[in-house]
């Protein structure tokens, strides 16, 4: 990616004159407001700064890549979000602040938490640069192109916090230290979410659908604007269906229209070579996304510029998929393990492939994947359990992950990774779209072939239809059969890019996916025989001892309906602002 820098201007002064202008003249060693704002490249430059700050996705978790660049980073970026949920079983103290919200072991703190309460000054520099771009004289048409990158990271900035806490304050011009906003309560959810849609079709209508600078990735444009939109009033819609909430159905259509816009006007189609059994894991595990047809928007990460360190950190860390992200697979036939013929069961690793859908070997280790693979950079036998001897990788679970691997990357140099991930792609608009439809009851056969079903060619697995049959697992959820499908795809194809557990909060399915601890492989006689030395517990499950990666730690999940799903007001914010009350529950 060209990094983006903000360059500060120095502007040369107007020659010394004999009159009352003279007592007014600017120190010539600083850039002030009064003389910066001159010309489309004194705002392009200001903008780059927004680039910059929302590199880091732990302060400005929108733009998501694997973190602002070189360091020890242990939860910033697409992969690490998964930690959060049920898709992966992380202990290590590295990966603790993840973890403590997948298991309901978070607390209120002093202090804001990752990705937490904090990130305002984006907020003060967008809204600063909006009170400002005119002043350079640019013609509408131009200068309305930059409020419209503006405004979309603002938008998408404030939708993440209402996500994550509900009621929040709108802030839409500067604030000086004596501003009375500053004291003032949340604004509610409905005001804050219309300003939010406000800013994100102000971007649609205004950013270019090409810079024409031939940069890749660029400055975003308005076929990102579009996604954003998708993504974000796909769960302002089903947050308020589930949660009782109103006009839900006012943002589902919302989001279908910004994904039926996209999909028509986009020119972007899914990746694709003709080999089900790689092109899946493609853009996960690449350093470039150039020439990748399904990329909407990338970070791109380059060696000793802004390279990374993330490709060995999360790859040691995760703890491994779970037994029931492996269990949501499809057998090829379409039908889930629970009545398929097809299942092969899971006496041993390798059978838990067989007759599966390709997507789950390429997110998961199958041993017999691991020459083709060169994971991970040894001669050992995998999977490797926690305390076996040997090996350069140790999982909880059993269940090593490799969606994201790239063997070549790993072994660089200490913050030299360049794997660079999509930030968004066309299969998530897809999944957006068939999920706001069939959430509206408005879904037809046109619209899963369209969408749902373009991903299931990818890997030549079989079409879904209107009727599917209810997977036994999912049969108290209290939607159609269709629905869980859908949501099934969501899970699979969007492994490891950040959605689950918000997926799970909106759909208000705490309890049922966060409630339950995080199981691994078969742990019978002949497992014990074939991991001498690992170092695990166990719980039988119908019959059947499985590991069980939460069994005597101090972070055995639970899921409290009454304050879960909305995270907690640091008590620094409140006791700075009392008016800011503390959310239900906490």
């Known amino acids: 990616m060209k990094a983006y820098k903000f360059i500060l201007i120095f502007i040369l002064f107007l020659s010394w004159s004999c009159n009352d202008d003279f007592l007014e003249r600017y120190p010539l060693d600083e850039v002030s407001n009064e003389t910066y704002w001159s010309s489309e490249n004194d705002i392009r430059n200001y903008n780059n700064g927004l680039y910059d700050k929302v590199k880091n996705d732990d302060i400005y978790p929108i733009m998501m890549g694997l973190g602002r660049g070189p360091g020890v980073i242990f939860y910033e970026g697409l992969w690490w ?4 949920s049920d898709n992966l079983a992380a202990t290590h103290p590295r990966a603790v602040e993840m973890y403590k919200v997948r298991t309901g072991n978070f607390f209120v703190e002093n202090n804001p938490r990752i990705m937490g309460y904090k990130g305002w000054d984006l907020i003060r520099s967008i809204n600063f640069g909006l009170a400002n771009y005119d002043r350079a004289g640019l013609e509408p048409d131009n200068v309305n192109r930059y409020k419209g990158e503006a405004r979309l990271m603002r938008g998408w900035f404030m939708s993440d916090k209402v996500s994550r806490f509900g009621d929040v304050q709108w802030i839409g011009e500067v604030l000086n230290i004596d501003s009375p906003e500053l004291y003032a309560p949340r604004d509610s959810r409905d005001f804050v979410m219309e300003k939010v849609l406000e800013d994100l079709d102000y971007a649609i209508e205004w950013l270019p659908a090409d810079w024409g600078n031939g940069e890749n990735p660029g400055r975003v444009d308005k076929m990102v604007a579009l996604a954003v939109k998708s993504r974000i009033c796909l769960f302002e819609g089903t947050w ?16 279908v229209k910004a994904s039926t816009q996209l999909m028509n006007e986009g020119g972007f189609s899914l990746y694709s070579t003709g080999n089900p059994l790689t092109d899946y894991r493609y853009a996960s595990s690449s350093t470039t996304q150039e020439g990748n047809p399904e990329v909407i928007y990338w970070r791109k990460y380059e060696s000793l510029i802004n390279s990374h360190f993330a490709s060995r950190l999360f790859w040691n860390y995760n703890g491994g998929a779970t037994k029931n992200f492996v269990e949501d697979f499809l057998c090829t036939d379409g039908l889930p393990i629970s009545i398929s013929d097809n299942y092969a069961g899971d006496a041993q690793i390798e059978d838990v492939f067989v007759n599966r859908d390709p997507r789950l ?9 691991k020459v083709m693979l060169n994971y991970p950079n040894d001669n050992f036998d995998y999977p490797r359990l926690v305390g076996q ?4 990788n140790k999982s909880n679970t059993g269940y090593h992950v490799v969606k994201h691997w790239n063997a070549e990357d790993e072994q660089r140099p200490r913050d030299q990774h360049i794997v660079s991930p999509p930030c968004l792609r066309l299969g998530e608009i897809f999944l957006n779209y068939a999920e706001a439809k069939a959430e509206l009851g408005t879904i037809d056969q046109n619209d899963l072939d369209i969408s749902i079903n373009l991903l299931r060619d990818r890997v030549a697995m079989p079409h879904l239809t209107m009727n599917p049959p209810m997977d036994p697992r999912y049969a108290d959820v209290g939607v159609s059969s269709l629905i869980i499908e859908i949501r099934r795809e969501r899970r699979v194809e969007l492994f490891l890019e950040g959605h689950r557990y918000h997926d799970v909060r909106r759909w208000k399915q705490g309890p049922k996916e966060f409630g339950d601890s995080d199981y691994g492989i078969r742990w019978d006689e002949a497992a014990q025989a074939r991991y001498p030395g690992a170092r695990v517990e166990s719980t039988v499950i119908d019959g059947i001892p499985y590991i069980d990666v939460r069994k005597g730690t101090d972070f055995v999940p639970s899921f409290d309906e009454s304050k879960h799903y909305l ?3 640091p008590t620094s914010v409140i006791s700075q602002n009392p008016s800011v009350t503390q959310n239900p529950g906490w």
């Not at 979000?81 to 959060?84: C, G, H, K, L």
């Not at 070997?361 to 994947?369: A, F, G, I, S, Y």
């Not at 001897?389 to 350069?392: E, I, K, L, M, P």
């Open 240 to 255: 308020r269906k589930y949660h009782g909430l109103q006009n839900a159905s006012f943002w589902l259509e919302e989001s």
């Open 361 to 369: 070997r390429q997110c998961v280790l199958n041993p017999e994947d």
């Open 567 to 569: 995270w907690p007001i």
């Open 81 to 84: 979000q998964d930690e959060m």
């Open 389 to 392: 001897s040997g090996g350069r």
